[in-house]
């Protein structure tokens, strides 16, 4: 069985950077793919991004384009989220998800982040 453990949420100042890291404990297989989803107090949980595990083909919510970088090492079956010009607005609790389907089925416990003005 699969579990997913997200770490590197913490404090940080509008315009800084932090990396989240995602340790998969089990295989992900090539047609997998793994997502980095937000969920801000009394807000629904939104998409930040994806990489699709074999083509490492990655997507990113407009929100975060060009300020975020999603990558994977394979052989650690890690996934990273760097994030970058942090601003307030991106404070959340931040999770990893597994996609072995047509939905993401599989989710962390979710790491704070928290951008101070």
């Known amino acids: 069985q699969v579990q997913l453990v997200e770490s590197g949420g913490g404090l940080v100042q509008a315009g800084g950077s932090l990396r989240l890291t995602c340790a998969a404990s089990?295989?992900?297989?090539?047609?997998?793919?793994m997502g980095w989803f937000r969920q801000a107090p009394g807000k629904e949980r939104e998409f930040v991004a994806a990489i699709v595990w074999n083509t490492g083909s990655t997507n990113y919510a407009d929100s975060v384009k060009g300020r975020f970088t999603i990558s994977k090492d394979n052989a650690k079956n890690t996934v990273y989220l760097q994030m970058d010009s942090l601003k307030p607005e991106d404070t959340a609790v931040y999770y990893c998800?597994?996609?072995?389907?047509?939905?993401?089925?599989?989710w962390g416990q979710g790491t704070q982040v928290t951008v101070s003005s």
């Open positions: 089990g295989r992900i297989f090539s047609r997998n793919a």
């Open positions: 998800a597994l996609r072995r389907g047509l939905q993401y089925d599989l």
